[in-house]
């Protein structure tokens, strides 16, 4: 059974930084495209970050350009969000999708919450 966990969500103040990391139970997880999507109360969800199956290409909304950075470590079977420079409007729960040609998997979520 496909299992993606999301961990490391969390309260911290603007400015702060927290990584995700997504645990992935799938037979050939290198051949997977790696996506973060996040979803804000009364929002749709929306793609934060993605990262290619060779890690070879990497793509972020505009909204967090710069801060966010994705990363895949495929001996775990794990990808990344780090998180730097976080902002109130960051507030969503995050998830994490793979995907392969019309194969997709998604996680729980994991809530993160920026405030002072």
């Known amino acids: 059974q496909v299992q993606l966990v999301e961990s490391g969500g969390g309260l911290v103040q603007p400015g702060g930084s927290l990584r995700l990391s997504c645990a992935a139970s799938?037979?050939?997880?290198?051949?997977?495209?790696m996506n973060w999507y996040r979803q804000a109360p009364g929002k749709e969800r929306e793609l934060v970050a993605a990262?290619?199956?060779?890690?070879?290409?990497?793509n972020y909304a505009d909204s967090v350009k710069g801060r966010f950075t994705i990363s895949r470590d495929d001996a775990k079977k794990t990808v990344y969000l780090q998180m730097n420079s976080l902002k109130p409007e960051d507030t969503a729960v995050y998830y994490c999708?793979?995907?392969?040609?019309?194969?997709?998997?998604w996680g729980q979520g994991t809530q993160v919450t920026v405030s002072s």
């Open positions: 999708n793979a995907i392969r040609f019309q194969t997709g998997f």
């Open positions: 799938i037979f050939f997880f290198s051949n997977y495209a």
């Open positions: 990262i290619s199956a060779a890690a070879d290409t990497t």
